[in-house]
């Protein structure tokens, strides 16, 4: 049974993807299985991206990385602020997967899997620190644009809340669990 949601917890949306073929597909999975997700508007490059956001103030970016005219990681290099979440679409495991990984970003891989879409959007909606992923999310576009690597921030999950590290600086790190010191 599906229960109609208020228009007050729609979650408004945007697709920057380079693909028809892949903008088609999304939100054709996400009418069907989160009809709460509204997709207010399709792009298939980054600086008419630009312009939605700021046109639609999204709650959500469906961000490919690789875009025609510049990746998603420049893009959002160019956000005023980002006061919206990203979920990152790819058909790339290279360095944009790490980046991603990195700074704990939400990502969906090509060709889109179902389950992974429910599970990102779970995890959309049950993220009660969404400042600190909008953080994440422009501490991964730093470390995109950083060119020495000892400069890239990590960031480690604690018990006492995420850690913040620059990688010249971890001299160890031991691993008990789910827990890292």
């Not at 009660?128 to 890239?152: F, I, P, T, Y």
């Not at 018990?159 to 913040?164: A, E, I, T, V």
Request: glycine share 4%; net charge negative.
């Amino acid at each position: 049974c599906t229960t109609l949601m208020s228009t007050t917890e729609r979650i408004r949306s945007l697709i920057i993807e380079d693909d028809v073929f892949m903008i088609d597909l999304l939100r054709d999975k996400l009418k069907q299985y989160h009809p709460e997700v509204e997709v207010l508007a399709a792009t298939r490059e980054g600086a008419e991206g630009l312009k939605l956001i700021q046109e639609h103030h999204p709650d959500l970016i469906f961000l490919d990385v690789e875009l025609g005219d510049m990746t998603g990681f420049e893009m959002l290099a160019q956000v005023q602020h980002l006061d919206f979440e990203t979920i990152f679409v790819t058909s790339y495991s290279h360095y944009a997967i790490k980046a991603i990984r990195f700074n704990a970003l939400d990502y969906l891989v090509k060709p889109i899997d179902l389950q992974e879409l429910q599970q990102a959007m779970e995890r959309y909606k049950l993220n009660e620190a969404k400042e600190a992923s909008k953080a994440n999310v422009q501490r991964a576009v730093r470390n995109q644009q950083e060119q020495d690597v000892g400069e890239h921030e990590l960031v480690l999950h604690t018990h006492d809340g995420d850690l913040y590290l620059r990688i010249k600086d971890i001299v160890r790190i031991e691993g008990e669990r789910n827990n890292s010191f």
